[in-house]
């Protein structure tokens, strides 16, 4: 699945990148979109997609995603060399007068699928949140919601995607109180200087029966307060541990490890992972910090954000 997915969202790009490229070439690219999809595994329902198990949802995620990631970092490859250079300024300057949009395919899956995605709402949402010189991380779409960002291509307006015949949204589903839960959700950040203009890199985990995921974010802030998306080097992990039942405890038998899953690119705005835990039912958390991730801008020391459920 994961593979059918990448594979069609990647093809076109193939074509787009450049040898002896023009900087005609680098602006026409980046209003290049993905061609349509052909998804065997997925189907649309009363308004939503249909997948026939956890396994590929899981994998449709990560397909969605290396789809924008590998975007991006062709793109930014074409842009250093045509303009001579890897000056983190001087490309992110490009990306904003070339309009480039890093989460083009996100659309274009929607498009090819025939549906609304929450993504479409989120992104609107991010840009007015971006255009407002007062707005907290806590205001910020993609962290007030259980959707992370590429997640959200997935599901429709109301939350909604249906998964092996059952509707699964995050926003319904059983939250536990007291010593475990079947889902929680954290985020973070840490402002910091570079090049003499002020940055912040903003991490969230979240967590539910059927998976564990942490992104990462880079954002400029302006002289007025308003942001933008930065490109740069970028790092996300998560990992941890989490229990079958709240009765048995913390004992061997009782005990899902989750090995820690990383990601380090040399050019994005937005990372994530995503850790199957094969169950959507009885897997639970343990109290307290069972569940770690990091966060963090690479060129810069000390732009880090660590969570932990």
């Known amino acids: 699945?994961?593979?059918?997915?990448?594979?069609?969202?990647?093809?076109?790009f193939t074509s787009a990148i450049f040898t002896g490229c023009e900087k005609d070439d680098v602006k026409n690219w980046s209003n290049q979109t993905t061609e349509s999809l052909?998804?065997?595994?997925?189907?649309?329902?009363?308004?939503?997609?249909?997948?026939?198990?956890?396994?590929?949802?899981?994998a449709a995620v990560e397909a969605i995603g290396e789809a924008c990631e590998e975007r991006t970092q062709n793109y930014v490859d074409s842009l250093i060399k045509v303009l001579g250079t890897d000056d983190d300024e001087i490309?992110?300057?490009?990306?904003?007068?070339?309009?480039?949009n890093p989460f083009q395919p996100l659309h274009d899956f929607a498009n090819s699928m025939g549906f609304t995605s929450m993504y479409a709402v989120r992104e609107d949402l991010e840009k007015e949140w971006m255009e407002d010189p007062n707005s907290t991380v806590e205001d910020n779409p993609f962290m007030n919601t259980e959707l992370?960002?590429?997640?959200?291509?997935?599901?429709n307006v109301?939350?909604?995607?249906?998964?092996?015949g059952e509707i699964f949204n995050p926003d319904k589903c059983i939250n536990n109180s007291g010593d475990c839960k079947r889902k929680d959700n954290g985020y973070g950040e840490k402002q910091f200087t570079y090049k003499n203009k002020n940055r912040m890199v903003v991490g969230k985990i979240s967590t539910r029966s059927a998976y564990l995921s942490a992104?990462?974010?880079l954002y400029t802030i302006r002289d007025n307060g308003t942001k933008l998306l930065w490109t740069s080097g970028i790092h996300v992990a998560?990992?941890?541990?989490?229990?079958?039942?709240?009765?048995?405890?913390d004992v061997p038998y009782n005990i899902l490890h989750l090995d820690e899953k990383i990601k380090d690119r040399m050019a994005l705005c937005h990372t994530s992972v995503?850790?199957?835990?094969?169950?959507?039912?009885?897997?639970?958390?343990?109290y307290p910090a069972s569940l770690l991730s990091s966060h963090a801008a690479t060129k810069v020391n000390g732009a880090y954000v660590n969570l932990a459920l």
């Open 274 to 286: 995503i850790i199957s835990t094969n169950s959507f039912l009885c897997v639970i958390i343990p």
């Open 38 to 58: 052909n998804l065997k595994n997925v189907a649309m329902s009363n308004g939503m997609l249909e997948f026939p198990s956890w396994e590929s949802y899981i």
């Open 158 to 164: 109301n939350g909604d995607v249906k998964i092996a």
């Open 148 to 155: 992370e960002r590429y997640q959200s291509a997935l599901h």
């Open 238 to 249: 998560a990992g941890g541990k989490k229990w079958y039942t709240c009765d048995a405890g």
């Open 1 to 12: 699945m994961k593979k059918i997915i990448f594979l069609a969202l990647t093809a076109v």
């Open 91 to 100: 490309l992110n300057d490009a990306i904003q007068k070339n309009e480039f």
């Open 215 to 217: 992104s990462t974010t």
